[in-house]
């Protein structure tokens, strides 16, 4: 497994409680939301990474990707959807 970026983020609180009530709703750590919304706007701007997962939550050949692990493991899944 490739190693995770560490990364020191500022946020509004008002946005935090945002993001976190979001996290909430959806069962992932605000964290694991995070990454979520970041794979959402790559993907929207046309810039997503092919092997990273997708917005979708789906990862790597159409596998789920389990919310509770911020490291993004993958169960298995029928395959790629597109």
Not at 28 to 44: D, F, G, M, T, W
Not at 49 to 75: L, M
Request: hydrophobic share 35%; charged share 25%; aromatic share 4%.
């Amino acid at each position: 497994m490739t190693e995770r970026k560490k990364l020191l983020l500022r946020l509004d609180p008002d946005v935090y409680q945002a993001l976190a009530r979001w996290a909430g709703d959806e069962l992932r750590s605000v964290n694991a939301q995070i990454e979520y919304a970041l794979r959402l706007a790559l993907r929207a701007a046309g810039r997503a990474a092919r092997d990273a997962g997708t917005a979708d939550g789906t990862g790597p050949g159409g596998g789920t990707v389990d919310s509770g692990d911020p490291g993004g493991a993958a169960t298995p899944g029928p395959g790629p959807m597109d």
